[in-house]
């Protein structure tokens, strides 16, 4: 069926590695939910081999006047270079979220109930985490001042007040949010390095700030190497994670990893009014694109991101986020998830039929 006039318009990237293949398993969910428009574009090393850099100005035009840019992956070796005067594919994905405004990156983590044993920690000690890292997204040390003269080379970290005020916000805000219904007291723990930092004490002092509004929500500052340890050893008294953007990386990866695979990760990027970005956690996983058999979980999961999140269709997300829940607890697993009793191993399309077919 062909969309019709006021279908929402998804730009959809593919990218590089395993995307191509995840990237099917997201048209075939939204071919089942409905009347979408989908645009697909390239990014990353597709666009370098095609058009030399890795986001075309047409792409990054497309996605400003969509109404949401779903993408699956970027980057791979046949790209890698320390050479400054090559593109790389990565450039694709920062110049998506400088160019669409996109400081707010919210990367939830739920263990699944069915996966607690792909956890590397003990069950009893996994139990009951659910949090949510909020990164700062186009800020800090990712989009600072950058060079080489001879032998040194360095690359600036700068925030300001109104940087830091927005994305303390956002997890101010996605505290309370999640909190709704539930019993818990929400909580916020702001992560920096603000004994050695001066971006870090700025970064305190102004989420101390914010906090004043928000006296329903509980705050906690940590330092991010204390933030690190503390995410293995007692990762359920988290809740909301507000942090910069390079310790957002970091941690996010680490909190990934709690869930045993990060192909179960979504992520959802949100600026001010235009679209946002939905794409998984994981990477391009060069290794094993192009043999069927990547994790699409993390994709169908951002596809309800963005349905929750830049569509406005939340009853789609939580019938997308149940069906994922249901087809593990069948035992259905992609190779990247430990197996066992009671488990298969099945491919990308296997995976994807079955969460429709769940849905
Ligand atoms: C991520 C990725 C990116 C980042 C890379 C691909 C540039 O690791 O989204 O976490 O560092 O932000
Ligand atoms: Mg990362």
Same mark, same amino acid.
Request: aromatic share 4%.
């Given at each position: ?14 990218? !590089? ?18 009347? *979408? ?11 370098? !081999? ?23 992956? #970027? ?41 607690? !044993? =792909? ?14 890292? #909020? ?7 990712? *989009? ?9 080379? /360095?690359? %600036?970290? =700068? ?32 992560? %920096? ?15 101390? %700030?914010? @906090?004043?509004?928000?006296? %329903? ?18 990762? @359920? ?40 970005? *939905? ?50 607890? /069948? ?14 191993? #099945? ?10 077919? =769940?849905?």
């Amino acid at each position: 069926m062909s969309p019709t006039e006021n279908a929402p318009r998804i730009v959809l990237l593919p990218g !590089d590695g395993v995307g191509p293949e995840i990237a099917a398993a997201a048209r075939s969910l939204l071919a089942e939910l409905g009347d *979408f428009q989908l645009d697909e574009h390239l990014i990353g090393g597709a666009s370098i !081999d095609e058009h030399g850099s890795a986001l075309h100005d047409d792409v990054l035009e497309e996605c400003r006047s969509a109404d949401a840019v779903l993408l699956c992956a #970027v980057g791979g070796p046949k790209w890698d270079t320390t050479d400054p005067d090559e593109p790389r594919p990565e450039q694709g994905l920062l110049g998506l979220r400088k160019g669409l405004g996109l400081y707010a990156n919210l990367r939830p983590v739920r263990p699944i109930p069915a996966l607690v !044993d =792909a956890s590397p920690l003990r069950p009893e000690r996994i139990e009951g985490t659910d949090l949510l890292v #909020v990164r700062e997204l186009t800020g800090g040390i990712y *989009f600072g001042e950058s060079g080489r003269e001879g032998d040194r080379a /360095h690359d %600036d970290c =700068a925030y300001t007040v109104a940087e830091v005020d927005r994305i303390a916000r956002t997890g101010f805000e996605s505290a309370r949010r999640r909190a709704e219904g539930g019993g818990r007291r929400p909580k916020v723990t702001s992560v %920096d390095k603000a004994n050695v930092l001066e971006t870090s004490r700025l970064w305190r002092e102004v989420v101390g %700030d914010v @906090a004043g509004d928000y006296s %329903d929500v509980e705050l906690e500052h940590l330092l991010v190497d204390n933030a690190a340890m503390q995410l293995v050893s007692r990762p @359920a008294e988290f809740d909301v994670i507000v942090t910069e953007n390079l310790f957002g990386d970091i941690l996010s990866d680490e909190s990934a990893m709690l869930t045993g695979s990060l192909g179960m990760l979504p992520s959802a990027s949100l600026g001010e009014g235009g679209p946002g970005l *939905f794409e998984p956690v994981h990477g391009s996983a060069p290794d094993i694109a192009g043999q069927g058999i990547a994790n699409p979980l993390a994709t169908l999961l951002s596809v309800a991101m963005m349905l929750r999140h830049g569509l406005d269709r939340p009853g789609d997300a939580d019938r997308i986020d149940s069906a994922v829940d249901r087809v593990l607890e /069948h035992g259905l697993r992609t190779a990247d998830l430990a197996g066992g009793e009671g488990t298969r191993e #099945v491919g990308t399309e296997e995976m994807t039929r079955a969460v429709i077919e =769940a849905l």
